[in-house]
């Protein structure tokens, strides 16, 4: 047996042998390098921030985050009223999109036969890889005049008048542009990726659990909310801030439909205006304190975001903790 050992070994060709280490050091250089690049890279993205925005910053201080004027004539900037829109298209993307996008979830994993779920899987996918610019097209062409005929007037006529619901409802101009009408296409911006990565986790659940919840008599609700939920719990939350960051910077598809209006208003039916628009939409002439004022808009959108994954952070860190 030794002998044949020693034949087939005499068979292969020379095994070159390098030092011992010389690989480990290699990789351990170059996995160092990678992370110091991203660093590198994030610090100079923030040092070129801020040296953009802070003559803006200087000028107007404080009342940069509090004012509402943006009079590129007397170069009076301020940017309450994009920083609002900003987190209000947020926050509408996250009510209507979260609820639909788990619906979708645990019915591809828990309730759609094989039959359907693979062609509906391929859909949301595809979904995911479309332009944000077609989001836009789509949203102006397409939805913007449905939504105008068939939700604002009629909801305005219903509404106008009423107490708080009939300010928030209440559409002046029912042109189908607005803060509501962005909300809604980043909803559907973001379902595909909320979407897909809870389908994912819910599938890697072990089917063992759903089944000896079934085995002592739980219905399909009570295994979704007290099995799969709590199992997948990270997983979710950091799928819905991967959808609220996207959310939060879109640029194309908001500025097609939001209305690029430099207001404040109680309505979420009134045009409105993001951080990320009035950027597009100025940016390519801007200059002087205009052009600073812009950059400046950047730090802010910048830091909200960071502030989204700090909480995001928290929010992982105490549902592990249950």
């Known amino acids: 047996m030794a002998a044949v050992t020693d034949q087939m070994a005499s068979g292969l060709p020379a095994i070159r042998r390098t030092p011992k280490g010389t ?11 990678a992370a110091l690049f991203v660093l590198v890279l994030l610090a100079g993205i923030i040092g070129a921030m801020v ?28 940017a309450f009223p994009a920083i609002v ?13 979260v609820p639909l996008s788990l619906g979708i979830a645990v019915f591809l994993t828990q309730l759609a036969p094989p039959w359907f779920k693979r062609p509906v899987s391929t859909a949301i996918e595809l979904l995911a890889a479309v332009p944000s ?32 619901v009939g300010t928030i409802l209440y559409s002046r101009s029912p042109s189908g ?38 085995g002592i008599g739980a219905t399909t609700w009570e295994v979704v909310r007290h099995v799969l939920v709590p199992q997948a719990g990270v997983s979710i939350i950091g799928a819905i801030m991967l959808g609220l960051g996207r959310a939060l910077g879109e640029t194309m598809a908001v500025t097609f439909v939001v209305g690029n209006a430099n207001r404040l208003s109680a309505s979420v039916m ?21 052009l600073h004022a812009l950059i400046a808009l950047g730090c802010i959108l910048f830091f909200v975001t960071f502030v989204v994954l700090v909480i995001a952070r928290i929010l992982v860190a105490r549902v592990k903790s249950f």
């Open 23 to 33: 690989f480990d050091l290699v990789f351990r250089n170059a996995s160092f390098l």
């Open 51 to 78: 040296a953009g925005g802070w003559p803006a910053f200087r000028e107007f201080g404080f009342s940069f985050l509090t004012s509402s004027v943006w009079d590129t004539q007397n170069d009076q900037y301020g």
């Open 85 to 97: 829109g900003t987190l209000s298209t947020a926050l509408i993307a996250l009510v209507v999109g």
């Open 133 to 164: 610019i077609i989001y836009g097209m789509w949203g102006l062409f397409v939805f913007v005049p449905l939504f105008a005929a068939y939700v604002q007037i009629p909801l305005s006529n219903i509404v106008e008048g009423m107490p708080i």
């Open 177 to 214: 542009l607005g803060i509501l009408t962005a909300g809604i296409i980043l909803a559907f911006m973001i379902i595909p990726f909320i979407a897909s990565i809870t389908r994912d986790m819910l599938e890697q659940i072990p089917s063992v659990l759903r089944e000896s919840a079934y």
């Open 270 to 290: 009134d045009p409105g205006s993001t951080i990320a628009s009035r950027i597009a939409n100025e940016f390519n002439e801007a200059l002087g304190l205009q």
